[in-house]
């Protein structure tokens, strides 16, 4: 799909990704990654115990980073694109876990589409669903820059 062809689309579901699992092995490179060793992530017998949630969970930030991959799967953007950019987000809520085992998917609604200097900005709406539970992990409006 082109650019011209997306600004036909404002409003609608342009894309869902596929179901991936979120293991703890990627949690716990996650954590060692950024220096976020608290006990909810990594810690199975404590969180079997004391959690709410009856495991580990991921690291909302963990969630917000797996974006990329999901996009790039649910929606294949064409034309002569010489760089795309994370322009970051005017909205990122962390509406519920996501624990360790489980999978997710995300889904994207384009809000809209701007042209800027050289290029393009997009606004989606990002949310990334837990299989099997209505509420989502994750509810985003997530800006990317695509420049020509």
Known sequence: MTHEELR???????????????????????????????????????????????????????????????????????GAVKLRVNYGFNRLRFTGAVPSGSRIRARFTLQSIKDVEGGVEIAWLSTVEVEGRDKPALVAEWLGRTYY
């Open 8 to 78: 036909t689309r404002v409003g609608q579901e342009i894309g869902v990704s596929n179901w991936h699992e979120v293991t703890q092995s990627q949690i716990d490179q996650f954590a060692d990654a950024t220096g976020d060793h608290q006990w909810i992530h990594l810690d199975r017998d404590r969180a079997a115990r004391e959690s709410p949630y009856g495991t580990t969970i991921a690291h909302g930030f963990l969630t917000v980073s797996l974006l990329p991959m999901l996009i790039t799967e649910a929606i294949e953007i064409t």
